[in-house]
């Protein structure tokens, strides 16, 4: 559910600042590159997926990562949008790579080391704070369209 959130958030972000064609403008070109190849891979896998389907931005969050999230957010052009919600960038870092960590023990079924829980948990905390609540995504009572 974070993880829909923390997509929902930059899609947001991404339409207001670039408008609806966001993906080629400000996402940078390896992740841009990285997520083609995921999809040419989903569609090989998937024959009932049409690749117009899958070529919208806000589809196309879903095939990124944790790590990618920080960069789109992070890229200096993108981060002007992103910084009065979330303040400062070494937070995002931290707590990012905190989910992230957190994120893959869990969803790989590995030992969860106490460090990686805690830091996780701290994390998701600070995500649950400065993340808009959904159907509010960034916090000034509009609906999303």
């Known amino acids: 559910k974070t993880e829909h959130r923390i997509r929902d958030f930059i899609h947001v972000a991404m339409v207001e600042a670039f408008g609806p064609d966001y993906w080629t403008k400000a996402i940078p070109g390896d992740i841009q590159e990285s997520v083609n190849e995921r999809i040419a891979e ?3 896998k998937n024959p009932e997926q049409r690749k117009a389907d899958l070529r919208v931005s806000r589809v196309m969050l879903t095939f990124c990562d944790v790590a ?8 200096k052009q993108n981060w ?17 790579e905190a989910f992230r960590d957190y994120r ?4 790989h079924g590995r030992p969860m080391p106490d ?4 830091g996780g948990e701290f994390a998701l905390v600070w995500l649950q704070t400065v993340l808009p609540q959904e159907g509010n995504l960034r ?3 509009v609906e999303e369209e």
Do not use: T
């Open 104 to 107: 893959n023990h869990v969803a």
């Open 42 to 44: 989903a569609l090989k």
């Open 80 to 96: 002007v949008h992103f910084e009065p919600y979330l303040r400062r960038r070494s937070d995002v870092e931290r707590h990012l």
């Open 68 to 75: 990618d999230y920080l960069k789109i957010i992070s890229v």
């Open 115 to 118: 460090l990686v829980r805690i």
């Open 139 to 141: 916090g000034e009572g």
